[in-house]
């Protein structure tokens, strides 16, 4: 017998908005490995080549209990199912209460194994699955598979964790399921096997994921439909993330009650293809956790699954970052956004922290990444993927709300990425780092997109326009090249300002100064200033200074006004 342990689980997404940290999309764990439990099992059993690279969807686990009306059982020993082809006919609900029959030999070795290894209705269906899959293939299922059966099973998530053996017959699998160590069998999980038409068996053991308990949801649209549930575990927020269209993500707030209980309507809105796919996420501190991802279609439900890409040769770093960039890009250009230019210089710092997380060590904080400058980005985000193939690590991450967002927002200007090879088979885990470089207009084109804002504005308010006068930019620069190194300088704005007016022989009656810092080019930003919309104010200054603050390389915009009611004709 052999475990399987899933190296990515999509929990996370954010960004990293400078100067807060927060990011992003889904939590590695450990590569598999062949890591069977302590103790020899029973030499009947085949011990298979393991690379377990299934990409878990969501944390979600349902508790239904089954009821009647369960989908009869499967007739043991029946040809196995070829590639693209499910074993079962699947459930219609996610969180559904009904199940399919167990089969006699399910019957037994469930009782060999655990009292509790009936598990959910979607957790035994995927188990299920899972097993026709690993008799067929002899290796365990790819990511792209693994989504497929757990989404035909009603379970919104992979399962975590997977136990799969093949063996000669039944009662060589009860002879070595009495010999497998106790605590294996007490974890909580189902059984799920198939009969070959030979004679031999293939059983999957399957661990349910967690997060929350949903109620049983159609998989087909439904207007009207409602999304309800209990939320296992404390923590922050809920939203609900939807795709619209091919590109756009809608987000609401998901209202809890009492006990973690929660009840929203879904949304009409459907992506590009007709699907509604919606994502239940909780905010966890700077983390966003994927609870459930779910795949709403138009009609009839999908008979089969798209075939597997083959995994490919390692085409050496160079070749898989640019293969990355092209599939990123790909996706972008269909959706209508600018592509993102590579930042080589991030990888092998994305690629340790990728190593440190997928040991376990989920508190590591991701590495600094700098510009050509050594300034930090204004926004970055992390995102979580895995396939065989870089286009099938980048489509599963795609395919979500919430990888929308970190792929195709329209204002990120670069990307980088960080890989680890799968433990003993072909593929990778990848980490992408989407990000917005610092943007700050030219002087003259700051100043002048400025005061058409706040002319606008103005203009609404029945004020008459400001000019702009070289003078006064003078002063205002002088001021905010002062306060962008000098925070001093900030605090004593104002009557810093008067003596420089005063200095400079601007003999005005009436003046005002502020000025704010910007982390991103936000002009409108400026309206909140009361100054600037003074009926007696005529003329303005604008300076504009650009750069990380002393000590830092963070860099921010130091924006400083100057509004004054005239500006003596000599000084024009």
């Not at 992003?24 to 011990?47: K, M, Q, V, W, Y």
């Not at 790819?142 to 998530?157: F, I, K, R």
């Amino acid at each position: 017998m052999t475990r399987a342990r899933t190296p990515i689980r999509r929990l996370r997404s954010g960004s990293i908005d400078a100067p807060d940290l927060v990011w992003s999309h889904r939590e590695p764990r450990p590569t598999s490995r062949d890591a069977r439990p302590e103790g020899t099992l029973n030499a009947e059993f085949h011990r298979l080549p393991r690379a377990l690279q299934a990409v878990a969807l969501a944390t979600l686990a349902s508790f239904a209990p089954a009821v009647g009306g369960a989908t009869p059982g499967p007739t043991e020993g029946s040809p196995l199912p070829p590639v693209g082809t499910f074993a079962t006919a699947g459930l219609s609900h996610y969180a559904s209460a009904e199940g399919l029959a167990a089969s006699p030999t399910e019957v037994q070795l469930r009782a060999a194994w655990s009292p509790t290894a009936a598990g959910t209705p979607a957790l035994a269906c995927t188990a299920r699955e899972y097993a026709a899959r690993f008799a067929v293939d002899g290796a365990d299922p790819t990511p792209g598979v693994v989504a497929a059966l757990a989404e035909h099973c009603g379970l919104p998530s992979a399962p975590p964790d997977v136990f799969a053996f093949t063996s000669p017959s039944v009662e060589a699998a009860l002879s070595g399921i009495a010999k497998a160590p106790e605590a294996s069998r007490r974890s909580p999980g189902a059984l799920g096997a198939v009969v070959h038409p030979g004679g031999a068996v293939t059983v999957a053991v399957a661990t349910p994921p967690s997060g929350v308990v949903l109620d049983p949801l159609p998989r087909t649209r439904t207007p009207g439909a409602r999304l309800g549930g209990r939320r296992s575990a404390n923590g922050g927020a809920l939203y609900l993330y939807s795709a619209v269209g091919a590109r756009d993500v809608q987000v609401r707030p998901v209202v809890t009650g009492p006990e973690g209980r929660f009840d929203i309507e879904l949304p009409g809105v459907v992506a590009a293809d007709g699907i509604a796919r919606h994502e239940l996420v909780r905010s966890e501190g700077p983390f966003l956790r994927s609870l459930a991802v779910l795949r709403l279609h138009p009609g009839a439900l999908p008979a089969r699954y798209p075939t597997p890409p083959a995994p490919m040769a390692h085409p050496g770093r160079d070749g898989l970052d640019a293969q990355l960039l092209a599939a990123v890009n790909a996706r972008r250009q269909e959706a209508g956004r600018s592509p993102l230019t590579p930042l080589k210089g991030a990888a092998p710092p994305l690629d340790a922290w990728l190593d440190a997380v997928s040991a376990g060590a989920s508190g590591a904080q991701p590495p600094p990444i700098v510009d050509d400058r050594a300034w930090t980005f204004a926004r970055l985000r992390y995102a979580f993927t895995a396939g065989v193939t870089p286009q099938q690590a980048i489509d599963d991450l795609r395919d979500t709300p919430l990888g929308r967002v970190s792929l195709l927002d329209a204002e990120d200007t670069a990307v980088a990425f960080g890989v680890r090879p799968f433990g003993g088979a072909a593929g990778h885990d990848v980490v992408v780092a989407s990000l917005v470089r610092f943007f700050a207009p030219a002087l003259e084109a700051g100043r002048g997109e400025l005061l058409t804002v706040v002319n606008g504005r103005r203009k609404t308010a029945g004020l008459p326009t400001l000019q702009a006068s070289p003078v006064l930019d003078a002063v205002a620069q002088q001021l905010a090249d002062q306060a962008q190194i000098d925070a001093a300088a900030w605090g004593r704005l104002v009557p810093v300002a008067g003596a420089v007016l005063s200095e400079r022989e601007v003999d005005a009656g009436a003046f005002g100064a502020g000025g704010l810092t910007l982390a991103r080019w936000t002009p409108a930003d400026v309206l909140q200033e009361q100054a600037l919309l003074r009926k007696d104010m005529h003329a303005i200054g604008v300076g504009l200074s650009v750069g990380p603050l002393p000590g830092q390389n963070t860099p921010h915009i130091t924006l400083v006004y100057v509004v004054t009611d005239r500006v003596p004709a000599r000084r024009q």
